[in-house]
């Protein structure tokens, strides 16, 4: 009678890290991942799409969470039969980089950049957005992550730029990329405007003065007897206050404490002036009180022209306020186009730092948001504050130095993604979204509302806009550096097409009977394009590869978490909207933010983050894989720490070793193997 092998349960201090370290290893070895692309070369593609990191700081707990969904999804569908390449990437350009390198220098600004050198400067930032590769590397090794590392694209390299080159070409040839001077997000620090999807990431809750203010009218049937009430949570832009707008369908009602008057909109008499306050009813209509003019609220600047009356504007509204909208068209979109409409001056006394100019009294040399506080105090003492109160509500910084911003009118090279928007809402709808509220909510609402991409920067290291304009404003948008070396008449085929390389390149204008030389404008173009333009820039499209890339466009699956929805989702389907006409992609799982264990954002400043190294060799991969694969609702945020995980080692991967154990001991009994062409040997099992 044989005696049956003794079973020994796996121990709860076995120590997974040191298991996975042989499984990686025997990987490696056998090099397994590379053979499961050659051996499914041919099958049907699958195609993945990888969002590349930036490289130029140290990965974060939450990048295991992304690779994780990256990593079982493409696994799958090779199980599956298809063949799924997985080329992996490296972000490169952009802000982010500039701003790491200027903090290493110790600059503060533009001005120590360009005494520096751009060149020099340019090969910091080069050099910076390396640094980090091998700890990436040695993240994705350590969790099991199977993507491609040794044929990575790189959004600096020539040939993707060039890819992005001949990508706005094509876009400029459609008419679609034009310089306008328009009221956009400005960064005072960086010195550089800033899109709308880089807007939406950087919004901070502030504490700004809201104040009501007498504007007194100088002229129509109230002049002397009156004053206008304003409403605004901006002091700082009344210095170049030009008109005052009111909807020219609401009733506007001239109201009483019995000492003065003031005039605001009917439905906000209570709202606005609070108690005490009774109309005499006297009213009037927007339309009716047009161009009546008032004593503007301070005479600290010149203005070249007429102004100061009252305008109407269909975009006032009665739900908060008074119902008279101050306008300042040179920090405000509206404003600037009901103050063309009107053929109103553009007063703009803010340097682009963000200090007032020094020869403006009261708030000469003082950055914008501090001169609220003098400008308030001004207004008091000269009797036109109606009240003031502390304002808490969601204002604009700079996603990457924290700067508050200021709309600010100014010329920029815009991609009229407007004119797309109708393809886009197409591509969505074909687009199967996870959670599929997202459709329709986030993303859906993000492009319902879309505004032309302020595609530019007045930067530094980025793709340069590959754009040469003679003194005549010819415009010439170049594609190549092929295309480049004919307009020179040189071979550029060796050009660093950076700067400021790529700014000393020169040509003779191409418009027809001109004479003048072409010169580069000067910016660089958003990064968040160079990373939309991924599916066909990792290969060089169209200058090569172009049977690869049709075959691997568009994406079936990318993956990252929600807040790229106004960021790499929505670039990648606007570039391959106006490119294509068509997304990049088909299906998107969209992931939560993890948390601290406390359920507060994971910071340094907090000190509650986690080394993903250290996580893993505290616990094991598999356990922080299965936490983030399975512990909650893929798009939900989780909470993430050493108690979570360990309870996922005591709950789940203790039992499955359990298991393999059993199973592995009495496979090796029987001498049983998976198939009889491959026989498993005695020593190949998991477990002793």
């Known amino acids: 009678m044989t005696t049956p092998p003794q079973y020994r349960p796996v121990p709860a201090q076995v120590d997974l890290p040191a298991l996975e370290h042989a499984v990686l290893d025997f990987w490696r070895e056998s090099k397994t991942f590379a053979k499961t692309l050659e051996q499914s070369e041919g099958r049907p593609e699958w195609v993945f799409y990888e969002g590349p990191p930036t490289a130029n700081g140290m990965p974060g707990a939450h990048h295991i969470e992304a690779r994780v969904f990256k990593d079982v999804f493409p696994r799958f569908r090779t199980m599956r039969g298809y063949h799924v390449a997985r080329k992996a990437g490296w972000d490169c350009h952009g802000l982010p980089v500039e701003l790491a390198v200027e903090k290493e220098l110790g600059f503060n600004g533009k001005k120590d950049i360009e005494a520096y050198g751009i060149a020099e400067f340019n090969a910091k930032c080069r050099e910076s957005v390396t640094r980090h590769t091998d700890a990436f590397t040695e993240l994705t090794n350590r969790m099991g992550y199977w993507v491609d590392l040794d044929d990575a694209y790189r959004t600096m390299d020539p040939e993707y730029v060039e890819s992005v080159w001949w990508s706005l ?46 504007f007194p009218l100088t002229s129509g049937p109230l002049a002397g007897q009156a ?140 950055f ?125 085929s060796n050009l660093d097409p950076h700067r400021p390389y790529i700014d000393e390149v020169t040509f003779p204008c191409t418009a027809e009977g001109c004479t003048l030389t072409s010169v580069r404008v000067p910016e660089v173009i958003d990064a968040w394009y160079d990373s939309g333009s991924m599916p066909f820039a990792q290969w060089g499209y169209p200058h090569k590869n172009k049977e690869i890339f049709e075959k691997r466009y568009p994406a079936q699956f990318i993956s990252e978490a929600i807040d790229q929805t106004r960021g790499w989702f929505y670039t990648l389907m606007a570039v391959g909207t106006l490119v294509f006409d068509k997304s990049s992609y088909e299906n998107v799982v969209c992931l939560g933010h993890i948390l601290a264990e406390d359920g507060r954002k994971m910071s340094k400043h907090l000190g509650n983050t986690l080394e993903p190294i250290q996580l893993m060799d505290t616990h094991g991969a598999d356990a922080v894989r299965w936490f983030m694969a399975a512990g909650g609702s893929p798009w939900a945020a989780r909470r993430v720490g050493h108690g979570t995980i360990q309870e996922v080692v005591r709950k789940t991967l203790l039992t499955y070793w359990n298991t393999v154990a059993f199973q592995a001991l009495y496979a090796r009994t029987s001498n049983w193997a998976p198939s009889a062409s491959d026989p498993a040997p005695a020593d190949r099992t998991v477990l002793d």
Request: aromatic share 12%.
């Open 368 to 492: 914008f948001k501090k001169a609220d506080e003098k400008l308030t105090a001004d207004l008091e003492a000269r009797g036109l504050l109606f009240k003031h109160i502390a304002y808490e509500h969601s204002y604009p910084h700079c996603w990457r130095c924290h700067t508050a911003l200021l709309y600010y009118a100014q010329p920029s090279w815009y991609v009229r993604t407007t004119a797309v928007k109708d393809a886009m809402l197409r591509e969505n709808e074909k687009t199967n979204w996870f959670p599929d509220s997202v459709k329709q909510g986030r993303f859906g609402d993000w492009l319902n509302n879309n505004i032309d991409w302020a595609l530019s920067r007045n930067r530094y290291w980025g793709t340069p806009l590959p754009i040469w304009r003679c003194e005549e404003n010819h415009l010439t948008c170049v594609g190549s550096l092929a295309e480049l070396s004919d307009l020179t008449g040189t071979d550029q």
């Open 227 to 366: 004053a206008l009430v304003v409403w605004t949570t901006t002091p700082w832009t009344l210095v170049s206050n030009t008109a005052v707008a009111a909807h020219p369908d609401v009733t506007y009602v001239v109201a009483t404490n019995g000492e003065e008057k003031l005039v605001v909109a009917q439905p906000l008499l209570e709202k606005s002036l609070g108690e005490g306050w009774e109309a005499t009813g006297e009213s009037f209509t927007g339309k009716e009180m047009e161009r009546w003019t008032y004593q503007r609220p301070f005479d600290l600047v010149e203005f070249p022209a007429e102004a100061h009356y009252i305008v109407n504007a269909e975009y006032v509204t009665t739900e908060d306020g008074t119902g008279l909208v101050h306008q300042s068209p040179a920090f405000g979109a509206d404003d600037l186009a009901v103050c063309r409409a009107y053929g109103l001056p553009v007063v703009n006394p803010v340097r682009p730092d963000g200090t007032f100019e020094e020869d403006v009294p009261l708030v000469g040399g003082v």
């Open 169 to 214: 070409k094509e876009i400029f040839n459609k008419g679609l990329l034009t310089q306008d001077h328009r009221v956009a997000p400005w960064c005072p620090r960086c010195g550089t405007g800033l899109s709308d999807h880089e807007l939406a990431q950087g919004y901070e809750t502030v504490v700004d003065p809201s104040v009501y203010v007498r």
